[in-house]
């Protein structure tokens, strides 16, 4: 069942930049609008940012019932109308599965994507569906600071500065609380996009951190081989977290990226 659109009022949204085309970030399931500040420190000059706290994380109003995968697209895809009609869209992790099934449902509104360390979702396996479904469960149990210490370091390389493992650990207890985290998890466990990645025909540039160990490389393989038009890029050096461990690579990649989609100059 297909929950309606969050209400844009209640949903919190970082912008940065004044000209170029649109590209909204969709945050992954342990984060917010902050995990795009390398992003927003570089690529602003070039577009226009646009970052949410997704439904019930960070700054954002809880949602008053369940969100499915819809009903996140649907949100974003509500968000975009609302900001010009059409964008470039980059999702991290669960950011990339949304912004995947928003270019499915919505194509009329995605000019571009980049899907950066993400996956079909956590319904291509039964084992992994029951294991994000059960975060809620550790959440609850543990609260959001020591669900964040815990879960924070594997989000990047072992080889990490301790000032950027703070930081995406900070971001994650800052971000995440019940009920919207176990939505979000409910959403990936119910999802395997293999079967529609053929239907979407934006161009897609699918990046992934050669260190990741939570996603990793052969679920980003997995991605962009069924799609209409990708290119592949492995990130060295970085974790899960590539746009955050390493942001001069990542930034520039997507830059080229836009550069061929968008037609900005150089």
């Known amino acids: 069942m297909t929950a309606a659109p969050f209400d844009l009022g209640k949903l919190h949204v ?6 170029g085309p649109l590209l909204l970030c969709l945050h992954g399931i342990g984060s917010s609008s902050a995990a795009f500040a390398p992003q927003f420190a570089e ?3 070039r577009v226009r940012l646009l970052a949410w706290d997704a439904p019930g994380y960070g700054r954002s109003a809880d949602p008053e019932a369940p969100l499915d995968l819809d009903g996140y697209a649907d949100t974003a895809a509500a968000l975009i109308r609302a ?3 059409r964008a470039h869209v980059l999702g991290v992790s669960w950011g990339g599965v949304i912004a995947l099934r928003l270019a499915a449902r919505h194509p009329d ?3 571009g994507l980049v899907v950066a360390d993400s996956s079909r979702g956590s319904g291509t396996d039964a084992a992994k569906a029951a294991a994000m479904r059960e975060r809620a469960d550790e959440l609850a149990a543990s609260g959001p600071r020591a669900f964040a210490e815990r879960r924070g370091p594997r ?3 072992p080889e990490a500065p301790p000032e950027l493992v703070r930081r995406v650990t900070d971001t994650m207890a800052d ?5 919207g985290y176990g939505y979000a998890a409910a959403s990936m466990a119910d999802t395997d996009l293999g079967p529609e990645l053929p ?3 934006a161009p897609t540039l699918v990046l992934c951190g050669d260190r990741d160990t939570v996603t990793g490389v052969e679920a980003s393989q997995s991605l962009a081989g069924p799609l209409h038009k990708s290119v592949f890029v492995i990130v060295n050096g970085a974790g899960h977290l590539a746009n955050q ?3 001069a690579a990542f930034n520039a990649w997507v830059l080229s990226h836009l550069r061929i989609t968008a037609r900005i100059p150089e």
């Open 14 to 19: 970082e912008q940065a930049g004044d000209e």
């Open 43 to 45: 690529l602003s000059a």
């Open 83 to 85: 900001h010009g009609g």
């Open 109 to 111: 509104l995605v000019d």
């Open 155 to 157: 989000l990047v390389s």
């Open 175 to 179: 971000s995440v609380r019940l009920p």
């Open 199 to 201: 239907s979407v025909t």
């Open 245 to 247: 461990e390493r942001p």
